[in-house]
């Protein structure tokens, strides 16, 4: 009888040893020191966000898809609804920001977070979200904030915590999760207290699959 079961028992084991082996970056194993990969000035994400802020007193939330696409010189933001349908675009440039909702003229300020707080109800944070989609940031001590699984927080110099809350990896192919590949961010929450500028207000941002290594 114990010869017969002792193959079983040996496959149990086996798929027991196999079920171990999670991703380096996933939260059954030790975090991750590898740091995120190099900035790209020239990127396009999509995801989901999630807002949470403040309207007459009242706690309002809000839930957008959007499309990411940026440059050296310029961002363009779409965010769409659940269902698919253009909710506002966004565009900033070095010397102004110009946001359109639909069937509405567009509106144009120099700073994209107080236009985006009049027209939406909640500031958006285009000039942070250009590193921080990424993993970086300027953290309040003026020095670069690099993210990784095992450092993933940090309080901006203009006052906003985040946290990397999950992460995703990226090798040189979908199935290449080697403990080489790169974290990628894949979950981000961002809040900031109310202060005399502005209104309190928390995202959760939700990043969509990567498919391959960011070029270089």
Same mark, same amino acid.
């Given at each position: 009888?114990?010869i ?11 798929l ?5 082996l ?11 020191? &590898? ?5 790209r ?7 989901r966000l999630n807002v949470?802020?403040q ?8 839930t957008?898809?959007?499309?990411? &696409?940026?440059?050296a ?21 070095p010397r102004?920001?110009v946001?359109?909702q ?11 977070d107080?236009?985006s707080?009049q027209m939406?109800?909640?500031?958006l944070?285009?000039?942070?979200l #250009?590193?921080?989609l990424?993993?970086y940031?300027m953290?309040?001590d ?5 993210a990784?699984?095992?450092n993933?927080s ?14 995703q990896?990226?090798g040189?192919?979908?199935?290449d999760n080697?403990?080489?590949a790169?974290? &990628?961010?894949? #979950?981000i929450?961002?809040?900031r207290?109310?202060?005399a &500028?502005?209104?309190?207000?928390s ?5 969509d699959?990567a ?5 270089p």
């Open positions: 009888m114990l017969k079961l002792l193959p079983l028992t040996l496959v149990c084991l086996s027991s040893a196999c079920s171990t999670t991703s380096p970056f996933s939260s059954g194993a030790a975090p991750s020191v &590898q740091t995120v990969a190099p900035y000035e020239q990127v396009e994400l999509t995801g949470v802020y309207k007459d007193d009242k706690p309002e939330s809000a957008v898809n959007f499309n990411w &696409q940026q440059t010189q310029r961002t363009d933001v779409t965010l769409y609804s659940p269902v698919g349908s253009t909710l506002a675009t966004i565009a900033v440039t102004e920001a946001l359109t639909s069937g509405k003229a567009p509106r144009s300020a120099p700073d994209v107080t236009l707080a939406l109800g909640w500031s944070p285009v000039s942070g #250009r590193d921080w990424q993993g940031a953290g309040a003026g020095k670069r904030f690099v990784s699984p095992a993933d940090v309080t901006t110099k203009d006052g906003w915590r985040l946290r990397y809350v999950s992460w990896e990226v040189q192919n979908v199935a080697t403990p080489g790169l974290p &990628q961010p894949r #979950r929450d961002a809040e207290n109310a202060s &500028q502005a209104d309190a207000v995202l959760r941002i939700v990043l699959p498919t391959s290594a960011p070029a």
